[in-house]
């Protein structure tokens, strides 16, 4: 028999109730909860706790409170990784970040969906897809990223946008949904 933590590897519906996910979760929830408790006016503390938390990172790695995140071994960051105040990372699929990354205050990236159908919530279902972020992002605040989602290199997310669909190189996008407005420069 499939175990739940199987079939969430596979991309297919699991149980989030079941014993070894919420493990997961609340080895997450722990580890964010004494990030969180960390003074501001002791960033090294607060680094080394992080670095605890995430799968993998990059030189240069500053997040600030609060930080919450379902797993954290599933996040990886790349170099000069900077997240403003109050960032989420649904994480029970992979969340690939890469180098030059800044993102403001009030993020959501989200790896998790439930279903449309009433049965399917009342069994505790979830299903997670990856996320994948590419170099030289800029989230604005208040940025959510929906499961499945790749965004490309230098691009710019627009305070407020809902990303639903992939992002190519070298755009800005705005709006809910998010939409391109114009190409970017590459320098």
């Not at 964010?32 to 503390?45: G, H, L, S, W």
């Not at 790896?111 to 919530?121: A, D």
């Not at 627009?158 to 420069?185: E, M, Q, Y």
Request: charged share 20%; glycine share 8%.
């Amino acid at each position: 028999m499939t175990s739940e933590l199987d079939k969430l590897k596979a991309g297919d519906w699991y149980c989030f109730a079941d014993e070894k996910v919420a493990a997961r979760k609340a080895r997450a929830a722990k580890l964010c909860q004494e990030f969180n408790a960390i003074p501001a006016t002791e960033p090294e503390r607060q680094t080394k706790k992080m670095q605890e938390i995430l799968g993998s990172y990059g030189e240069h790695l500053s997040v600030q409170a609060n930080f919450n995140c379902d797993y954290g071994k599933n996040i990886h960051v790349g170099h000069d990784f900077l997240s403003n105040y109050n960032l989420t990372i649904l994480d029970m699929a992979p969340v690939q970040i890469g180098n030059n990354v800044m993102i403001g205050p009030n993020c959501g990236i989200y790896t998790v969906n439930h279903p449309m159908i009433p049965s399917g919530r009342r069994k505790y279902l979830a299903r997670a897809k990856p996320v994948v972020i590419g170099n030289d992002v800029w989230f604005g605040g208040s940025v959510t990223v929906l499961p499945g989602v790749t965004i490309g290199n230098n691009v710019v997310i627009a305070a407020g946008a809902v990303v639903t669909k992939d992002v190519s190189d070298n755009t800005l996008v705005a709006g809910v949904p998010a939409k391109p407005i114009r190409k970017l420069s590459q320098d």
